[in-house]
């Protein structure tokens, strides 16, 4: 029973343009959002949280939303930069463990 | 900055040999985790530690123990390897605080023959 979900396994983007990825989640209890990011051969790479008390997380060109009431989240890249090819994970945390999406692979296009 | 190492890039072991995976973090993280990744399905965690001596099963902890007799360093053991535990495998740590972002070593790529 996958309680994180990416339902986009890739998504390809123009550079310069916003990139979008989504993560669905069934379990209300979880109480904090991460995005890490991963290069291949490499060990993933934190990006941005966000706390369950909050709808919204900037940091530079990457923003989380969360959607409590539609268990839902979404990270915004602006502008995509060929650098941010790579495969990008939600992960969901309650006690201290982290609960993570299958993975979408963005693909830049310069 | 915070490091996590682990032991190989790369491993090739044979079915029903022991295995031993070897991490270590140099930030005085209490918490140490063990995960796989496989294709479509994303990190699983296998074990957790919050300190040394403790740990506590993950979602798929079949197959393997792990090891914590120091602070710095966490072991994951295959005590008998098969072919369907060819996989990536990630080790993280972080603080014992809720929220904070666990960081990752830079991944074993495990082939069991």
């Known amino acids: 029973d996958q309680q994180v979900k990416q339902n986009s396994p890739s998504l390809s983007v123009q550079e310069g343009r916003i990139s979008i990825l989504n993560c669905d989640y069934t379990?209300?209890?979880?109480?904090?959002f991460l995005w890490y990011k991963k290069y291949p051969a490499e060990g993933p790479t934190f990006l941005i949280s966000i706390s369950s008390i909050k709808d919204k997380n900037e940091d530079g060109r990457f923003t989380v939303f969360l959607n409590k009431s539609a268990k839902h989240l979404s990270l915004h890249i602006v502008p995509s930069q060929p650098g941010d090819s790579a495969v990008y994970f939600c992960?969901?945390?309650?006690?201290?463990?982290?609960?993570f999406g299958t993975g979408t692979r963005l693909t830049i296009i310069p | 900055d915070v490091k996590v190492t682990q032991s190989s890039r790369y491993l090739v072991k044979r079915t029903g040999e022991k295995v031993f995976l070897e991490c270590v973090q140099d930030m005085d993280h209490e918490n140490m985790f063990w995960y796989r990744q496989d294709p479509g399905l994303g990190l699983r965690l296998i074990y957790f530690?919050?300190?040394?001596?403790?740990?506590e099963k993950g979602d798929i902890p079949e197959g393997y123990s792990v090891s914590r007799e120091k602070k710095e360093r966490f072991s994951l053991i295959l005590e008998s390897a098969s072919t369907n535990q060819t996989s990536m495998y990630l080790c993280?740590?972080?603080?014992?605080?809720?929220?904070?972002?666990?960081?990752f070593g830079p991944g074993t790529r495990l082939t069991v023959l």
């Open positions: 379990n209300s209890m979880f109480d904090y």
């Open positions: 993280a740590s972080n603080k014992r605080i809720e929220g904070d972002e666990q960081f």
């Open positions: 992960a969901a945390g309650l006690n201290e463990k982290l609960t």
């Open positions: 530690s919050y300190d040394v001596k403790m740990k």
